[in-house]
């Protein structure tokens, strides 16, 4: 079975504190791709990054940064010096080559206090 | 840059209704999806179609139907609204093969 865990529901910082979401997946297939979205209080869903399953390397864009960890299947992201408008909620997913539709995690909502 | 469309944004209607949620993209993806969204924030794959004449039913149960009979449009229509029908649908497309899929800004739907 396939699925997504995203174990925080939602958190609180302060502005410019550093946050971590954190995302753990499980699959039997090898072969598989992650994905991160955003949904701000507008409510469209906006992609952010994919990885296949063969590139751990970790990516830095901007602020954000995402570490993609095999062993503990792990695809956390990190948004560093955080703003209020980074406050949205935020989707984990995976698609494999076993099943043709993307699993969403629950998401955590991310509230950026002023 | 996504250019996929839902129409309407926001719709209030009453019970017993007939409605179509109209979903529109530009970019000749091959796979569409709607998703329903609670209001705890889950996600629920309700339809989803590989391409023209090609519909199956997703994770969660609905009683709403789709059609697929041109690559850019895919509407979701309920012949009676319920009550219980009132959420945020979201519709999505994406290319062939294990890519990432593009939202549109959802429908939120209200059945009073």
């Known amino acids: 079975a396939q699925k997504v865990t995203q174990a925080q529901t939602e958190i609180s910082v302060v502005e410019k504190e550093d946050v971590t979401l954190d995302c753990v997946y499980e699959?039997?297939?090898?072969?598989?791709?992650l994905f991160w979205y955003k949904q701000p209080p507008s409510g469209e869903l906006v992609f952010l990054i994919r990885?296949?399953?063969?590139?751990?390397q970790n990516e830095i864009s901007g602020r954000y940064s995402w570490n993609f960890q095999k062993s503990t299947s792990s695809f956390n992201f990190t948004i560093t010096a955080s703003q209020v408008v980074d406050s949205a909620v935020y989707f984990c997913a995976l698609i494999s080559n076993r099943d043709d539709k993307i699993i969403f995690g629950k998401g955590t909502r991310l509230h950026i206090l002023p | 840059e996504a250019d996929i469309y839902q129409t309407p944004r926001y719709l209030v209607i009453g019970t017993g209704k007939k409605i179509t949620l109209e979903c529109s993209q530009t970019?000749?993806?091959?796979?569409m999806y709607w998703y329903q969204q609670d209001p705890g924030m889950e996600l629920h794959l309700i339809h989803y179609s590989y391409g023209v004449n090609s519909t199956e039913k997703g994770d969660l149960s609905s009683e709403s139907t789709v059609s697929r009979i041109r690559t850019e449009h895919f509407p979701l229509t309920l012949e009676s609204a319920r009550p219980s029908h009132t959420s945020q649908y979201l519709c999505?497309?994406?290319?062939?093969?294990?890519?990432?899929?593009?939202f549109g800004q959802g429908t939120r739907l209200t059945v009073v």
């Open positions: 970019m000749g993806h091959d796979k």
């Open positions: 999505a497309s994406s290319r062939t093969g294990r890519t990432e899929a593009f």
């Open positions: 990885r296949n399953s063969f590139d751990e």
């Open positions: 699959t039997r297939d090898t072969t598989y791709y």
